[in-house]
């Protein structure tokens, strides 16, 4: 009996996560951009949402407007996802070394859950703050708002263009990039309100404004949460089904069986697999090693996978198997 192990994606732990070809449903493609270029897009994003949000501040104080004052909170979040992206790409971008063996890769991924939590706590403060000014309306100054918020949407239509051209496969990058257009979409509604406010002094617009700018920051909180999540409880990755790819394995020439098969993602869009494959007494290992990985490489975008492959004993009953253990999940035979 022998075992054969692979680590495919070994060898590439010094390229940047989109510097790669990824393939996916059988058809590659590159992304056409690199870490650098994404730190660049970034960067510049960051200087215009921070250029912005202090004169936003200074705008909503003088307008009375709490929407305004929550745009704000909003791209102080917008800032600090961008600030977070930027570290976790310099982080996830080192070696492997020492006891971290996948290096900090899922630095992006802390990254993105704090944005989320961010997003959520403060959802929280501006639905309580606008119930508040729902019941017991302030003056607001609807032109002070309409002009800030058309400003807002100038600046935040830039900053969202930028990010678009980066990797967005990236959880980190696709994270900052939602609080951008979840605020470009809360400044429209604060510019509708300060419309509302101007032409009809029904104030309480100001608070409607906010209610929605906080329904948003919960909806992109919770996204961001409920990913980030997944990738730390080790959940496959969308789109793809750990049975689906056990059965086809169990279907390759020479495969008894699939068993102990486990599919992760390192962090968002490096996807890992390992199995347990046992194979015909007289099966080449190498060979069916080398047909699985091109199996989950071509058809799922699966380039890090660890195999090990055993021999059948040659006494086996046909339609059974000797496991090397007992099997973890579903085991899969032709």
């Known amino acids: 009996m022998s075992a054969q192990e692979t680590e495919s994606g070994h060898g590439h732990d010094g390229d940047t996560p989109h510097e790669h070809e990824h393939v996916h449903g059988g058809h590659g493609h590159q992304h056409g951009v690199n870490a650098d270029a994404d730190r660049r897009y970034l960067t510049t994003a960051l200087i215009l949402i921070t250029g912005f949000l202090a004169i936003e501040v200074a705008a909503g104080i003088i307008a009375g407007s709490l929407a305004l004052i929550s745009d704000a909170g909003h791209m102080l979040t917008d800032a600090a996802a961008i600030a977070l ?5 310099r982080l996830a971008a ?4 020492g006891s971290f063996t996948y290096g900090l890769q899922r630095a992006e991924v802390v990254s993105a859950q704090i944005n989320g939590l961010t997003l959520l706590l403060l959802a929280a403060y501006f639905t309580f703050e606008g119930v508040r000014r729902l019941i017991s309306p302030v003056q607001v100054a609807g032109g ?3 002009v800030t918020a058309l400003v807002g949407i100038a600046v935040n239509v830039a900053a969202a263009w930028l990010l678009a051209k980066a990797n967005r496969t990236s959880l980190n990058v696709e994270g900052a990039y939602q609080h951008i257009l979840n605020d470009l979409y809360a400044f429209i509604g604060t510019a509708v309100s300060g419309v509302v406010v101007w032409l009809t002094g029904w104030n309480r617009a100001d608070a409607v404004a906010t209610l929605v700018v906080a329904a948003l920051m919960a909806r992109a909180g919770w996204n961001l949460v409920r990913e980030a999540g997944r990738i730390f409880m080790e959940a496959a990755p969308h789109g793809i089904q750990p049975d689906e790819i056990g059965a086809r394995a169990a279907a390759l020439d020479h495969v008894v069986e699939v068993h102990d098969l486990h599919l992760w993602e390192v962090s968002s869009g490096r996807p890992a697999l390992s199995a347990h494959i046992l194979v015909a007494p ?12 091109e199996l989950v490489q071509a058809g799922h975008g699966i380039r890090h996978t660890t195999l090990q492959v055993d021999h059948v004993p040659a006494d086996t009953a046909p339609g059974s198997a000797v496991h090397c253990g007992e099997p973890h999940g579903p085991v899969h035979r032709k």
């Not at 080192?94 to 070394?97: E, G, N």
Request: hydrophobic share 60%.
């Open 94 to 97: 080192r070696k492997a070394q």
């Open 282 to 293: 007289d099966a080449d290992c190498h060979a069916v090693r080398a047909a699985a990985e």
């Open 144 to 146: 002070v708002v309409i």
């Open 85 to 89: 992206a930027l570290v976790a790409m």
